[in-house]
C-alpha cells in the first residue's frame, strides 16, 4: 500500500513540473549557490543567459502571485522572474515578472501616469502607448541598439516584437539614477527590465541591465503605525498610531514630520491604549479609553500635560456616538441604572452628566440596529442638536438639545415609528426626516422645530428584505434644498429633492442615466451615475443653467469639500488621487500611493489620510489638494 501512495504522489508533483528536452540536465551556479533546470533552464539560454537574465537566485519554487492570485512555478534571477505557465504554448508558457514596473511601484511612481514626452525624437524609437523615446547615447551604441539587438526566441515574431515580449515597453525618460552599486548612471526603466548606461566601459558592456531581480528579492516591507480616527482640531490631525514602541496610542501631526509625535502613553510601556471615539471640541478632542474595570472618557489639548481622565465610568458603559456640541460633545452612555441614554461634558467631571432619562428606568433610550452598535442620527441646528431617541411612551421621535438638561426637549410627534431614521437641517427651523408612514412604507417629513408639527412630503413602499428595508437613503442639504436617493424592490435608485413644500417635492430627471451614489459640498451636489450598456460614467453635477454635466468620467470615491473635489481611484495594487481647483472645475492627477491593499483612506478635512505602501505600509499622509506625500514613517 506504502509503495502504491509513493507512485501516485509521484505522479501528481510531476504534473506541476516544466517538462522539455533538458528536464535531465540541472546546471548550477556555484557564484549564487543555486541551480536550475528543466523548462527554466532552457528558457534562460535561448533568450539570453547570464547577460540579459543573471543567476538564479532561488530554488523553483510554488509562489503566489498577487497580481492574477494564482500560484506558479517560479524562479528568481538577477533580472528577472522566471513564471511557468504549462497552460500556455512555449515559449509563453514562461512569463517574465514586470520587475521594472514593480520597482516602481516600490517608490510610488505610478507608471501609467508619469508624464509622457512631447513626441518621437529624431533617431529614436517612439512608443506611443506609454509616451516615451529609447534613443542611443553615443553613435550606435545604447539603449535604442541594446534593446533593438536582445529579444525573445520566437521565429514567428519579427525583431520588434521579439524585443517587445522580452524587456516590455519603456515607461519612463532617460534620467540619472543611483544603482544598486552606488554609481550615479543614466537610466530608463521598461516593464521587464532597466537599462544603465556606463559609458566607461568596453563597448559591449556600456548597456547593463539593471538587477532588478536582486533588488526586488531584498526589499523591505514596511510593517506600518496603522493611523486611525483621524480628527480635524483646529489646523492639526489627532490620531491613534502604533510606532512598534508603545502600541496605539494617541498621536496629533501639524503635517510635517518634526511635528508628528506621540502625545500620551497612557498604557506605559508596550501595551496599546486604544483610544476610541475621537470627536473634536473646545480646542482639543474627546476620547474613550476601554479598561477591563471601567471605561473611560478622557480630553486632550494636544499636550502630555493636557492629556487627562475626566470622567470613569463603569465597564461596558458603551461609551458611544460622539458628536461635537458647543464646548463640548454629546455622547450615549450607561451608567448601569438608566440604560444608554444622552450625556454632555464640556471636559471637566462636574460637567459631564445625563442630559435626560429619556426612557424612563434601565430601558435604553439609544436606538438599536437589531446586531451590536446603536445607530444615532444628528443634525445641527438652532445653535443645538437634534438627534433620535426612542420611548416607550411616543416611540422612536426626535429630540433636540442645547446640551443642558433643562434645555433637552421632545420635537416630533411622528405617528409611526419604524424604519431607521435620518436627519438633515433644511433651515434654521426645518428638518427634513424619514420615519414609518402608513402600514409598511417610510415617509418623508418636514418637522417644525418649534412647535414639533410633522408636514407629510412623500412616501415610498419598504423593500422586501430583513437586512435594511428603507427605501429612502443619503439626505443630502444643498442651497436650501435636500437631495435623497429613494430605492424600489428590485434594487433600482432614483434622486428626489425637496425644499419642504410637498408641491416641490419631486423626483429628478437624469434623462435614462442610473444614479448610484451622491455627495455634496457647502454648495453644490455630485452624482455617481451608470446606464446599463456602459456601466459606470463617472459622476455629473447640474451646472447654472440646470444642464447635467460631467464632472470627471472616472469611477472615484468622490469627497467634495469648500470649493474643491478630491477623488480617489482604486488600482490592483494602489490608490490614485485626484483633485480640481476650484467648483466644478476639471480633475487632475495629483499622485498614486502604491501598495498590497486598495482600502480608501478614512479622511478627514480632505488633508489628512491613512494610506498604505509597499515600502512603509499603513502610515499618515497629507495633501494640500495640488500634492501627495507622506507625513512621517511613523514605524521605520
Known amino acids: 500500500m506504502m509503495k502504491r501512495w509513493m507512485l501516485l504522489g509521484l505522479i501528481v508533483a ?54 492574477s492570485r494564482q500560484h506558479f512555478l517560479t524562479q528568481q534571477f538577477e533580472r528577472a522572474r522566471f513564471e511557468f505557465h504549462p497552460e500556455l504554448a512555449a515559449p509563453y ?123 526586488s528579492q531584498q526589499l523591505v516591507y514596511g510593517e506600518g503605525s496603522n493611523p486611525s480616527h483621524l480628527t480635524m482640531i483646529d489646523s492639526h490631525v489627532f490620531f491613534t498610531a502604533d510606532n512598534g514602541v508603545h502600541g496605539q496610542e494617541l498621536w496629533v501631526s501639524d503635517g510635517t514630520d518634526s511635528g508628528t509625535r506621540m502625545v500620551k502613553d497612557i498604557v506605559a510601556g508596550a501595551e496599546a491604549t486604544w483610544p476610541t471615539q475621537l470627536e473634536p471640541a473646545n480646542h482639543g478632542v474627546f476620547f474613550v479609553v476601554n479598561q477591563q474595570a471601567a471605561d473611560q472618557l478622557w480630553f486632550s489639548d494636544g499636550t502630555e500635560l493636557g492629556t487627562r481622565i475626566v470622567k470613569e465610568f463603569e465597564a461596558n458603559a458603551k461609551l458611544t456616538n460622539f458628536k461635537s456640541l458647543g464646548n463640548g460633545v454629546i455622547f450615549w452612555a450607561d451608567d448601569g441604572v438608566h440604560g444608554i441614554e444622552p450625556w454632555y ?117 419598504m423593500i422586501a428584505t430583513t437586512r435594511n428595508p428603507n427605501p429612502v437613503s443619503q439626505l443630502t442639504a444643498v442651497g436650501g434644498m435636500v437631495y435623497y436617493l429613494s430605492k424600489t424592490q428590485n434594487g433600482e435608485l432614483s434622486l428626489w429633492r425637496t425644499n419642504g413644500d410637498p408641491a416641490q417635492t419631486s423626483q429628478i430627471n437624469l434623462q435614462g442615466y442610473q444614479i448610484e451614489r451622491l455627495v455634496a459640498s457647502s454648495e453644490q451636489v455630485y452624482f455617481a451615475l451608470s446606464t446599463a450598456e456602459f456601466g459606470k460614467v463617472g459622476w455629473w453635477y447640474f451646472n447654472a443653467k ?74 499618515l499622509w497629507y495633501s494640500d489638494g495640488s500634492t501627495l506625500r507622506m507625513v512621517k514613517d511613523i514605524r521605520p
Not at 109 to 118: G, K, N, T
Open 546 to 619: 440646470n444642464e447635467l454635466t460631467q464632472l470627471t468620467p472616472l469611477a472615484l470615491q468622490l469627497h467634495p469639500t469648500g470649493n474643491r473635489v478630491f477623488g480617489w481611484e482604486s488600482l490592483p495594487a494602489g490608490l490614485r488621487l485626484y483633485s480640481n481647483d476650484g467648483r466644478n472645475q476639471p480633475l487632475k492627477y495629483r499622485g498614486s500611493v502604491m501598495g498590497k491593499g486598495t482600502t480608501f483612506p478614512y479622511s478627514t478635512n480632505e488633508q489628512f489620510f491613512d494610506l498604505s505602501d509597499f515600502q512603509h505600509g499603513k502610515e
Open 345 to 461: 461634558s464640556n471636559g471637566t467631571e462636574a460637567g459631564t452628566y445625563m442630559l435626560r432619562d429619556l426612557n424612563p428606568g434601565s430601558e435604553a433610550s439609544a436606538i438599536s440596529d437589531g446586531y451590536i452598535s446603536y445607530w444615532i442620527d444628528y443634525a445641527p441646528i438652532d445653535k443645538g442638536m437634534a438627534f433620535i431617541a426612542y420611548d416607550s411612551q411616543n416611540g422612536a421621535q426626535i429630540w433636540w438639545t442645547n446640551g443642558e438638561r433643562n434645555g433637552t426637549r421632545l420635537v416630533s410627534r411622528l405617528p409611526k415609528s419604524f424604519g431607521r431614521f435620518e436627519l438633515e437641517r433644511l433651515d434654521d427651523l426645518h428638518l427634513i426626516a424619514t420615519s414609518g408612514h402608513l402600514d409598511y412604507e417610510l415617509g418623508v417629513w418636514n418637522i417644525n422645530l418649534a412647535n414639533g408639527d410633522p408636514q407629510f412630503l412623500a412616501s415610498y413602499p
Open 14 to 67: 510531476s504534473l506541476g513540473l516544466p517538462q522539455a528536452s533538458h528536464a535531465a540536465e540541472l546546471q548550477c551556479f556555484e557564484q549564487t549557490g543555486f541551480c536550475t533546470d528543466g523548462r527554466f533552464l532552457e528558457y534562460w539560454r535561448q533568450n539570453g543567459g547570464l547577460a540579459v537574465f543573471g543567476y538564479p537566485l532561488t530554488t523553483i519554487d510554488l509562489v503566489y502571485n498577487n497580481d
Open 93 to 215: 508558457d514562461m512569463l517574465l515578472g514586470r520587475l521594472g514596473d514593480d520597482l516602481l511601484r516600490y517608490r510610488n511612481l505610478d507608471s501609467a501616469l508619469l508624464p509622457r514626452e512631447a513626441g518621437p525624437q529624431q533617431g529614436c524609437l517612439w512608443f506611443e502607448t506609454t509616451g516615451h523615446n529609447v534613443c542611443n547615447q553615443a553613435n550606435g551604441l545604447g539603449f535604442m541598439a541594446y534593446w533593438q539587438n536582445h529579444g525573445l526566441n520566437d521565429p514567428q515574431l519579427d525583431n520588434f516584437g521579439r524585443s517587445l515580449q522580452l524587456f516590455g515597453y519603456p515607461l519612463t525618460e532617460v534620467q540619472t539614477e543611483t544603482n544598486a552599486n552606488g554609481d550615479s548612471v543614466l537610466t530608463q526603466h521598461f516593464e521587464r527590465a532597466r537599462f544603465e548606461w556606463h559609458p566607461n566601459q568596453p563597448d559591449q558592456f556600456k548597456v547593463l541591465l539593471g538587477l532588478v531581480g536582486k533588488e
